[in-house]
């Protein structure tokens, strides 16, 4: 009966480390999606730039442009590719955060808003 009970407990902690990696792995892929969606999004702004002589205000500019549905809108500082605000989307990228310092998403919160990320929350 111990042995039994020992056996569950094993399974249950090994389950559950199971759980977490999967979701892990989830939140990783999401993240380096994100990540390939703003670098595309600034290559896009940088034909725009070629093809227009001026950086786009935003990327709902670049609608006709990128193909895909856009997760975000990426707001750029005055006539560069810095983005400067990212804006939740309907149907877009959820509990994740883009460094504006860094300028790539990253897992987790900024609760304090004081750091340079600005966050995106799900419903």
């Known amino acids: 009966m111990q042995a039994q009970k020992l056996a569950l407990v094993i399974v249950g902690v090994v389950a559950s480390i ?58 750029f500082a005055g006539g560069s590719l810095m983005v400067s605000r990212v804006d939740a989307v309907p149907g877009g990228w959820t509990n994740i955060v883009f460094n504006i310092t860094r300028q790539k998403w990253q897992s987790g919160f900024d609760e304090d808003g004081i750091d340079g990320n600005l966050d995106i929350r799900g419903p």
């Open 18 to 75: 199971a759980a977490f990696s999967t979701a892990r792995v989830a939140e990783d892929a999401k993240v380096t999606a994100a990540n390939e969606e703003v670098a595309n999004v600034k290559v896009t702004a940088s034909s725009y730039f070629a093809g227009t002589g001026s950086y786009p205000a935003d990327s709902d500019l670049l609608r006709d442009y990128l193909s895909g549905k856009v997760k975000a809108k990426y707001t």
